[in-house]
Every structure is written in structure tokens, then in C-alpha cells.
T-cell receptor
Framework: DTGVSQDPRHKITKRGQNVTFRCDPI?????LYWYRQTLGQGPEFLTY????????KSRLLSDRFSAERPKGSFSTLEIQRTEQGDSAMYLC??????????????FGPGTRLTVL | AQSVTQPDIHITVSEGASLELRCNYS??????LFWYVQSPGQGLQLLLK??????LVQGIKGFEAEFKRSQSSFNLRKPSVHWSDAAEYFC??????????????FGKGTHLIIQP
């Protein structure tokens, strides 16, 4: 168990550019979550995958945001035409969903995005 | 929809003193409750969780929390803090949707400062 990993750890970009982040969950985990955390706030849920299916999206996820999990393993989060308001820490978490009760989520270290 | 309130944005405690961090939740059913800690540059680490059963739960690093349904509270405690406990602490409530997204709703966090 190597934990959840995220790449890159830091990204600085100019307004209007596209960025893509990657998350590698714990290997046997079938559920994957993306959260966004802005300064002074707790993480806010963005979207959720069970295997390769994206099953839920928050209203925070505007049409500039897209997430994929093509083979039910790693996931990517892309932000198109970045805005300064997108500056935040993007956190990925994974869990082993059994369909019985609540499943603990394990978090990665996050990708810090700064939009200039 | 569920919500979490952490009334204290900052708390300062002397090293060796006891600690209590407050958390109040709003959720229509039996909640799944969590406390996470986040140190600079680190991911969210789970301290403890409450799913059911004994209302006093023990966690890692000497932390414990007590679930009080009548007060909708899940306060975190530690009898004697160490300088390494300085960090951001987040309370979260989970909503089990019967096989759907086990989304977490976080509070805004409490920043713990340890005085020597």
C-alpha cells in the first residue's frame, strides 16, 4: 500500500491556460473522489467515480472542469481556460466501496494550483 | 443536506495542556463522523471516526472524540498536547447513500497553535 499519489504537487499557470492533474489511488480501491480546498476552508467535494463511471458531480464543477478515470485506475482532472478563482489545492481520495455502510476515504497530498 | 460547524478558527494551547476542539454537525440520519488533521505540505490524515456503537472513540496520536447525539456534537480531545500537534484540524460528516457516493462534508477547520 503506497497510498494515494498526485502529480504534480504544484502547478503555476497563466490565466486562460489549460491544466491537467493526475491522481493514482490505492491499487485495490474502486472509488475515487476529487475535492477542492481554498485557503482557510475545508475541502469541498467536486466529483466521484466508481470504477470508470463518473457518478456524481458537484455544482462547483463548472463546464470548464472535466474528470476522467479511463480504466478505473488513475484519474485526471482537467481545467480549461483557467481563472484566478481556480487557484486552490486539489485533493484526490480513494476508498474501497463495498456497498455496505460508509467507506473510509484516504487522501493524497494534493496539487496546489496557482493561476496568475 | 448535511453541514459541519467548527466554531473556533484558531486555538492556542500551551504544550502539555489539554485540548478540546469543537464540532457540531447537521444531518438527518445517524451520521458518520470523522476528524482529520492536515499539516503543511501533508495530505489529510484520519485521526478517528465514529460509525456506531461506543460514543467515545479512540484515535491515533492520543486523540479521542465523543459523539453526543443530543447536542449534535463530535468534539475532539487530547489530554496533553505536544508541539508536533500544531496543524489544521477538520471535522467531517459522511452521508451514506446506499451504494452511491459516500461524500464527505467538511467544516472550515480549526488552526491549532502550540505555545512552548
Amino acid at each position: 500500500d503506497t497510498g494515494v499519489s498526485q502529480d504534480p504537487r504544484h502547478k503555476i499557470t497563466k490565466r486562460g491556460q489549460n491544466v491537467t492533474f493526475r491522481c493514482d489511488p490505492i491499487s485495490e480501491h474502486n472509488r475515487l473522489y476529487w475535492y477542492r480546498q481554498t485557503l482557510g476552508q475545508g475541502p469541498e467535494f467536486l466529483t466521484y467515480f466508481q470504477n470508470e463511471a463518473q457518478l456524481e458531480k458537484s455544482r462547483l464543477l463548472s463546464d470548464r472542469f472535466s474528470a476522467e478515470r479511463p480504466k478505473g485506475s488513475f484519474s485526471t482532472l482537467e481545467i480549461q481556460r483557467t481563472e484566478q478563482g481556480d487557484s486552490a489545492m486539489y485533493l484526490c481520495a480513494s476508498s474501497l466501496g463495498t456497498g455496505k455502510g460508509f467507506n473510509e476515504q484516504f487522501f493524497g497530498p494534493g496539487t496546489r494550483l496557482t493561476v496568475l | 443536506a448535511q453541514s459541519v460547524t467548527q466554531p473556533d478558527i484558531h486555538i492556542t494551547v500551551s504544550e502539555g495542556a489539554s485540548l478540546e476542539l469543537r464540532c457540531n454537525y447537521s444531518y438527518g440520519a445517524t451520521p458518520y463522523l470523522f476528524w482529520y488533521v492536515q499539516s503543511p505540505g501533508q495530505g489529510l490524515q484520519l485521526l478517528l471516526k465514529y460509525f456506531s456503537g461506543d460514543t467515545l472513540v479512540q484515535g491515533i496520536k492520543g486523540f479521542e472524540a465523543e459523539f453526543k447525539r443530543s447536542q449534535s456534537s463530535f468534539n475532539l480531545r487530547k489530554p496533553s498536547v505536544h508541539w508536533s500537534d500544531a496543524a489544521e484540524y477538520f471535522c467531517a460528516v459522511g452521508a451514506y447513500s446506499g451504494g452511491g457516493a459516500d461524500g464527505l462534508t467538511f467544516g472550515k477547520g480549526t488552526h491549532l497553535i502550540i505555545q512552548p
